[in-house]
């Protein structure tokens, strides 16, 4: 979670809870899920860590009066997960995130971000298709490749559907 | 795999095809260049409707382009009479379909001679010929059955026999693998390896990126454009999937 709250932040400073709400904005359905406390503890993390700032606005009456920035060290860990390719370590859940937060901030164009993910996961197809191709057709391994060739295949799909949405949503 | 210096088996230059709908002009090709080198695979993906079939249909004479160009086997196509272009294209473009397209009346074996009968070639060679490639393609046993006595995957081998029968510099493949289940599917790859290794050049439109990803070059289409031109590489190096697969996740020893 710890990217994503990173990235979420790369637009302007913000309170915990409306880092809180962006999230199970962006998450949709499944942010309803989302564990109150869990933006706090790793807000607090990240500060520890030197990639967030955090200031004390006094003179506000709402409880929450701490504010969160980004460092430069938190500005350059965001450029280095949203040029992170390593599929399925970068989830589903990760990736929809960083097109959100990249184009929330004018980080980077989603569309860019989609093609390069694309083409990842095409070149790890073709290193299991290649594999396929060279075990008997019967073969109890070729089995394994199979389920991943497969799940590749659904994930690049997935990610063409983003890219239809995406540039269906820079046009408007 | 392209001999150096050797010229493209089929070249399209400014290729543009629009259609009337609803009394609106659509690009549905849209100016593409396109080559093709010998031993070449070359994948076509994009959206559906996003022209990919129609710059298929361009290049095998299916269809006529309003503009641009395309050079087969060193031949302007735009110049020929549709009688000379119908004997060239006969000649040098084997085509499989989505729906492999068999004539239900023929056997697999009249199916796969078709072609060759169709170019002059005598009975007893286009038969002797076709067998053989029934044999190649692991479908001999098949040979007398009637179209919808195959299955998809049979149907779709018996098709690519016919493609092959006139030794076609190139296959044209229109969503090869589009009705074929994951095992059908794993069989038509292992088969166009196997062309492919025999040197025999190929254009593959398809949704399926398993298709796509074993293709040498991959273009992407939208709006009747091409927009992203990928060199895949050669043999597909082994990395970090392979070793994902084997990670237990425990490497960090006895527990």
């Known amino acids: ?172 | 795999m392209s001999a150096p210096g050797g010229r493209p088996v089929v070249e399209a230059t400014g290729l543009t095809r629009i259609y009337a709908a609803d009394g609106v002009a659509v690009r549905a090709v849209d100016g593409v260049d396109l080559a093709v080198e010998a031993g070449e695979t070359v994948s076509v993906m994009g959206p559906s409707g996003c022209g990919k079939s129609s710059l298929l249909h361009l290049l095998g004479g299916l269809d006529r382009a309003d503009a641009g160009e395309i050079v087969l086997d060193g031949r302007r196509v735009e110049g020929l009479s549709e009688t000379s272009w119908a004997v060239l294209r006969r000649r040098t473009i084997g085509f499989v379909f989505q729906s492999f397209n068999l004539v239900d009346e023929l056997t697999a074996v009249e199916n796969v001679e078709l072609p060759a009968l169709l170019v002059g070639a005598s009975a007893r060679r286009a038969r002797h010929r076709a067998v053989e490639l029934l044999e190649r393609l692991g479908v001999a046993d098949r040979r007398d059955h009637m179209p919808d006595r195959l299955s998809g995957g049979e149907s779709q081998r018996v098709a690519v026999a016919r493609a092959l029968i006139n030794d076609p510099l190139l296959i044209l493949a229109d969503e090869p693998t589009g009705n074929l289940d994951s095992r059908a599917t794993g069989e038509i790859l292992r088969l166009f390896a196997d062309l492919r290794a025999s040197g025999q050049s190929l254009l593959v439109v398809t949704h399926d990126a398993r298709v796509a990803s074993t293709a040498d070059r991959l273009l992407t289409m939208r709006d009747g454009a091409v927009i992203g031109h990928t060199h895949l590489g050669g043999v597909a190096p082994v990395g970090s999937v392979l070793a994902g697969l084997a990670d237990f996740g425990d490497a960090g020893g006895a527990r």
């Open chain 1, 1 to 172: 979670m710890r990217d994503p709250i990173l990235a979420l932040l790369a637009k302007e400073p913000a309170h915990g809870y409306e880092l809180r709400q962006r999230l199970v904005q962006a998450l949709g359905p499944p942010g309803r899920a989302l564990n109150p406390g869990q933006v706090y503890v790793t807000l607090g993390r990240l500060v520890k860590a030197g990639l967030v700032a955090v200031e004390q606005v006094g003179q506000s009456s709402h409880p929450d009066k701490k504010v969160y920035e980004l460092t430069a060290a938190g500005r350059d860990r965001v450029a280095e997960w949203l040029a992170d390719l390593s599929w399925p370590k970068v989830t589903p859940t990760d990736f929809h995130l960083k097109l959100i937060a990249a184009a929330v901030a004018g980080l980077a164009d989603p569309v860019a971000l989609i093609d390069a993910q694309r083409h990842e996961l095409l070149r790890q197809l073709r290193e299991v298709q290649g594999a396929i191709l060279v075990e008997p057709p019967d073969s109890r391994g070729g089995l394994l490749l199979e389920g991943a060739a497969l799940r590749l295949q659904a994930d690049i799909r997935w990610l063409e559907v983003c890219e239809q949405r995406w540039l269906d949503w820079s046009i408007r």
